[in-house]
Structure formats: C-alpha cells, structure tokens
C-alpha cells in the first residue's frame, strides 16, 4: 500500500470531510439506526451500492490519467452525476471533491490535478479522490480502497458523535468489515476501464437519496450531509 493512501484517507486531512455523515445523521434522526447492529447494518448496505460505485469511479480516475487525448475528466465526472440520483448527494459529493482537490494540489503538486480543476473545477469526491491517489503514487486499486474505506468510516465517525456509541465497538466493527473493503476494492479495480467508463457499476440505493433529501430539508442539521 502506498503510504499517501493513509493521508488520502486521515479524517484529520483539512478538506472538510468530517462535516459530512453520509446519510448517517438523517439515519438516525430516522430511527433507522440506534445501535452498533443497525449501524453495522447500515454501513454493509452502503459499502456495497454507493460505496462500490465510489470506488470504481476513484479507481477508473486514476487510470484516467495516463489516457490518451481529449481529457477524460468531464466524460468521467457525468457518468458519477448519472450515478448519484439524489440532488443533495450530488452537491455533496461535489463540495467534498473540490474541497479534496484544493487540498492535493497544495500536498501533491501535478498537472493532472491542474487539468481536472481546470476541465471539472467542481469534481466529483471520487473523481477527485481518484487523480489525487494518482498525483500521489498511488495506483487504482489503492485509489479504489481509499474510496470503499470512506464510504464506511465517515458515517461511522459520525455515528459515534450522534448515538454516543461505544468507540471501541464501532472500531471493532470497522475492522470485521476489513475483508468486504478488500473485495470492494478488488471488484472496483477489476471494473475500472477509462476507455468505458459506461459500464462502471451503476447500483442504486434508495434509501440513501431518500436520507439525502430529508437531511437537506431539515431545519437543524449537525452535518452538511
């Protein structure tokens, strides 16, 4: 594993992710989780829809890079908007991505990163995620990891500060999902395919837009999303 992926995936990383719970404070608010099983729950069916989607899409980024002529990133970053079905969602995930990209061009100067933010200035967060990994030296399916391990560990974060959970015990569970983060990221790496970017994983989660555009409406909100 390349050690950038460890800064790529530090919540301490100043580019905001820590403000965003990925669905997990209107989860909550909704009752649907409550406890260490329901959010274990939670965290499975995210990391294998949204989080699948995020990874192969940060994977196929940072394959991108190294394809030929015209500039892949605005193909790349429709095929993530036709992906995310949620309005909030996609919001989200822009913000993240360019908060992400302002911060690795600052730690891993590159043209790559130069062409994304001037073809995509508001990327995706896995588009963003993807050239950084590359910018970094990391390679696709480091990319892919990086992605599957931040669809579960923000709203897992999250959850700790909403429920007031045992820490130790959502770590325990984050570390009996450490086998399904590595065939998420072995599915996301085998998917990648910068010249087909049409046929990257497409599956959905309702209940996650659903989530989205009530915590976008709601009044008082802890987290952005």
Known sequence: MNPALLLLTDSRLP????????GMEQAVRSGAVHDVP????????????????????AATACAATTAAEPSPWAALDGEA????????????????????????RRVWPSAVLDDLAR?????????????AAHAAG?????????AAYHAITGP????????GLDPVAVHRLLAGL?????????????????TRPGRLPAHSAPALDLLAEQHARARTRLFVS
């Not at 897992?156 to 429920?163: D, E, G, P, S």
């Open 15 to 22: 580019a905001g992710g820590h403000a965003h719970s990925g």
């Open 38 to 57: 329901s959010l274990g729950s939670f965290l499975r069916g995210r990391l294998a829809t949204s989080g699948l989607v995020a990874a192969a899409l």
């Open 81 to 104: 908007d036709a992906r995310t079905a949620s309005p909030a969602q996609r919001d989200a995930s822009r913000t993240q991505g360019r908060l992400l990209l302002r911060v690795a």
């Open 119 to 131: 073809d995509v200035p508001n990327a995706h967060h896995p588009i963003a995620l993807g050239a």
């Open 138 to 146: 990391a390679s696709p399916e480091d990319a892919a990891l990086a």
């Open 156 to 163: 897992a974060t999250a959850a700790v500060r909403l429920l």
């Open 178 to 194: 450490g086998p399904d983060l590595t065939d998420t990221a072995a599915q996301a790496g085998l998917a990648a395919d910068p």
